[in-house]
């Protein structure tokens, strides 16, 4: 089992910017992000490998940048330029061989 324990969301203004973190009580071959409004199915946010790999979802591209730590097996979302369609529940990701993981989920509120 593994948990991970996510920090770094809040209220933000159009434009602003966030850094969430996810901190994983062991290592991962994966960690990433995904996000959540009410009603709506999870979508994914953004992965990043042990190997260092990156892969972003449609809305993160260009704004976003995931990275990791792998010894203090961390996972960071830089958000930038945030617009209140970026406001959700981010949810942490992890994946390990024989099983996937996620956080309790930070919120994220982008408004004036």
């Known amino acids: 089992q593994v948990q991970l324990v996510e920090s770094g969301g809040g209220l933000v203004e159009p434009g602003g910017s966030l850094r969430l973190s996810c901190a994983a009580s062991a290592s991962c071959i994966s960690m990433g992000w995904y996000r959540q409004t009410p009603g709506n199915e999870r979508d994914f946010v953004a992965e990043a490998s042990s190997s260092g790999r990156t892969t972003y979802g449609h809305s993160a591209k260009g704004r976003f940048t995931i990275s990791r730590d792998n010894v203090k097996n961390m996972v960071y979302l830089q958000m930038n330029n945030l617009e209140p369609e970026d406001t959700a529940v981010y949810y942490c990701?992890?994946?390990?061989?024989?099983?996937?993981?996620w956080g309790q989920g930070t919120q994220v509120t982008v408004s004036s």
């Open positions: 990701h992890a994946r390990r061989i024989g099983g996937e993981y």
